[in-house]
Structures are given as structure tokens and as C-alpha cells.
């Protein structure tokens, strides 16, 4: 008997809400953008939350990164501003040995050359010189063959390790291990291929770069005795800004740099850059959820405009079911239902447009799938609650509809 008379309300739903087509579209649409709002930016979020950790993973454990010259951070990335020629192999045994709390440094530089592999020429490559422990200190590790070896560095080896994209170009899918590329017409031997990693936090694409011993790097292409950096390694997290303020007092004696004079170098943290990208997720997720409670707001209004709007065209069907015998719960179940409809249909549409977007622009931006279930079902209790609150009052002014005025008024 329950669910006829629940049935027969839906039944009554739809035929009214039929009438109103437009107003009911617009109220709609109201819970929609506000679901849709809240399912979008909850996935997004908990997308990026999980592509900052996979990031600071994949950037290194407890890294430091000493940079030549200036760097900023904007917004969410990092960007060399001024260069300089003061950064040295010694500055980095000097970090070495300068405290307990660092376990490991990595010098290294980088420029760009032409590379070649047979038919296929690439322009500007990223040819970067390390040093053997630089997989170790960057989580980075090769997937075919080996890494540069202490007696390649020691002897100034002609190999190369080639990133992820540039083994592809350069030979579209075959094993270039012990084959041999020509850099700035400089024969050199195949050693191995690196993972696939990604940008780092300046937008580098780690992928498209080839690496090479960092002695054989400074001697015989680029003939430069400086560095461009120091990736140093802490032995824990703690330790990270005050080991930061040391590396910057030790360096600063080092490069003869006075009071008040600009560093010629950076000490970055990469605590800071994730910490940046904390907050701007945060700023992105409370303007997404405002948004979302406008829209739930106008929804709504919208939702109370048209109940009133019913209830003022039925009164002669509230007043003769009421004297035929239908009770107030009736007639307030009736009107919650309609309200509730409303919502719910807009709700449901928005959920699923929500997630079917995340879902697009995760792909586009080639970020980790994340469904927020804590955004579904917020998103979907947020409509029930816009469409129960939005019909109480339309509900009251139902019930208090009297059969006998009713009937007057019609006799008039």
C-alpha cells in the first residue's frame, strides 16, 4: 500500500512538474552546476594531492637542491632568473664533509646539443653530466643497461645514458644499448636507457635528456670547470632547513660574499615547492566549493520559487483532496516529493557529468585517476538537503489551504 501511494506521488510529481517545464529546467539546473561544482573540484583535488606526492617521490628522499645563480618560485614552478659561474666540484665535498646531517651530494650540469643517431637528428637535447651516485640521490634509475660507472667517470668515458624520449626518437623502439649517438659530432656509446619520470618542478622534461659522466661533460664539451648544480641528499627531514642555512653560510664564505651582498647561488627545498602547491590546491578546492554553494543556493531559491508558484495553481486540487479525505501528511509528502525530485535529477546528472569530466581532464593532463567518494556523497546529500529545505515552506502553505475557502473562492 506504501509504495502505490509512493508511486501515485511521483506520478504526480511529474505530470505537475510538466506544466513548468521552463522553471523546472532552471531549478534543475541549479543543483546541477552546484553538484557538478563539488564533484569536479573534490576529484581534481585528491588528483593533485596524489601528483604532488608522486612528484616529491620522484624528485628525491630529503633533496636539497643548491642551484648556480638565481631561482625563484612562481606559483607552482621554479624558474632560473640569473646564472653564475661561482658553483664548483669542491663546493659540493665541501657540503659533503661541512655537516653529519648530509649523507650524499651530487654535482652535476647540463646544456643543449644536436644529437644524432644514424638518419635521425634532434635539436636541442638536453646533455646532462653526473656523477655515479646521481640515480641514488634522485630516485631516478636506468630500465635497460647500466647508469655512468665510477671508472667511466675516473677515465672521462664517452657514454651515454639516454632519457626515456630521446631512446625513442632516436631509435623508434629498438634496443639502443651498445649502439652509438653522435653529440656535437662526438661519437659516443650507448650505455643504457633511463625510466620514464616525467617534468620536474621547473617544467623540465626529464625524459628528454641524455646523461653522460660529469667529467667527461666539463673536459672535453663544454671545457668549463663550474657546475649548474648540487643535489644533496639529507639524512632526515628534520634536518632539512637548518642543513639549508648551513649550506648557505658555508657557501657565502666560499664565494667571498659580504654583508649584505646578493648569493650567487640558491638552496632550494623542495618542502617549499610542495608547500606552494599545498596551497594553491587548497585556494582552488575553496573557490571550487563556493562556487558550488552559490550554485546550490540559486538552485535552491529556484526550487522554492516554482513549489510556490504549483501550490498557488492547485489550490482547488490541495482543497479537494483534502475533502475527499487525503490527510496533511499526504499533501506535505506530496509537495517534499516534487521538490526533492528536482533536486535529485539534478544531483544524479551532475554526479555523473562530474565525474565523466574529471575523468577527460585527467587524461588531458595526464594526471593519477582520483574519485573523491567523500565529493560524491557530499555532492549527493547536498541535493537532498537543497530539495527537502526548498519544499518545507511550499509544503506549510499546502497544508494550510482550507477545503471550505477553497470552495468559496471558486464559488465566487
Not at 626518437?169 to 650507448?190: E, S, Y
Not at 571550487?288 to 520559487?305: C, D, N, P
Request: glycine share 8%; net charge positive; with cysteine.
Amino acid at each position: 500500500m506504501k509504495f502505490r501511494r509512493i508511486v501515485l506521488n511521483f506520478k504526480i510529481a511529474r505530470r505537475s512538474l510538466a506544466n513548468f517545464k521552463l522553471r523546472t529546467v532552471l531549478a534543475v539546473l541549479g543543483v546541477f552546476l552546484g553538484t557538478f561544482s563539488l564533484v569536479t573540484v573534490s576529484s581534481l583535488s585528491q588528483s593533485m594531492t596524489l601528483k604532488a606526492r608522486q612528484e616529491a617521490a620522484t624528485l628525491g628522499e630529503n633533496l636539497l637542491i643548491v642551484q648556480s645563480g638565481t631561482v625563484h618560485t612562481f606559483g607552482m614552478r621554479t624558474r632560473l632568473i640569473s646564472q653564475a659561474t661561482t658553483l664548483t666540484r669542491e663546493d659540493a665535498l665541501a657540503i659533503l664533509h661541512g655537516t653529519p646531517w648530509v649523507e650524499d651530494v651530487s654535482p652535476s650540469s647540463r646544456k643543449a646539443f644536436v644529437v644524432r643517431a644514424e638518419a635521425m637528428v634532434l635539436k636541442d637535447v638536453m646533455v646532462s653530466g653526473v656523477t655515479p651516485n646521481y640515480p641514488t640521490i634522485r630516485n631516478f634509475h636506468p630500465r635497460l643497461g647500466r647508469f655512468v660507472s665510477p671508472d667511466d667517470e675516473k677515465t672521462s668515458a664517452k657514454v651515454v645514458v639516454l632519457g626515456h624520449k630521446v631512446a625513442a626518437k632516436l631509435f623508434a623502439g629498438q634496443n639502443p644499448v651498445g649502439r652509438t649517438v653522435l653529440i656535437r659530432r662526438v661519437p659516443c656509446l650507448v650505455i643504457g636507457v633511463m625510466e620514464e619520470k616525467g617534468a620536474d618542478t621547473s617544467g623540465f622534461d626529464q625524459d628528454n635528456q641524455i646523461f653522460m659522466p660529469l667529467k667527461t661533460f666539463l673536459h672535453r664539451f663544454v671545457n668549463k670547470t663550474y657546475i649548474g648544480t648540487i643535489y644533496v641528499r639529507v639524512s632526515q627531514e628534520e634536518a632539512l632547513s637548518p642543513v639549508k642555512r648551513e649550506i648557505e653560510d658555508l657557501l657565502r664564505v666560499r664565494h667571498r660574499i659580504g654583508p649584505g651582498k646578493r648569493d650567487d647561488f640558491t638552496v632550494v627545498d623542495m618542502r617549499d615547492v610542495m608547500q606552494l602547491k599545498s596551497e594553491a590546491m587548497t585556494m582552488i578546492t575553496l573557490l571550487g566549493r563556493i562556487a558550488a554553494a552559490v550554485s546550490f543556493a540559486i538552485g535552491g531559491m529556484g526550487i522554492l520559487s516554482i513549489m510556490i508558484l504549483i501550490v498557488n495553481e492547485r489550490r482547488l486540487e490541495i482543497g479537494l483532496r483534502r475533502a475527499l479525505g487525503a490527510r496533511r501528511r499526504d499533501i506535505a509528502v506530496q509537495f517534499l516529493t516534487e521538490s526533492s525530485a528536482i533536486a535529485l535529477v539534478g544531483g544524479l546528472l551532475g554526479i555523473l557529468l562530474g565525474v565523466l569530466s574529471s575523468l577527460l581532464v585527467f587524461t588531458w593532463l595526464r594526471y593519477p585517476v582520483a574519485t573523491s567518494w567523500a565529493g560524491l556523497v557530499g555532492s549527493f546529500g547536498a541535493s537532498v538537503v537543497v530539495g527537502m529545505g526548498a519544499g518545507i515552506y511550499p509544503s506549510r502553505k499546502a497544508l494550510a489551504i482550507q477545503p471550505v475557502d477553497v470552495m468559496r473562492a471558486e464559488a465566487r
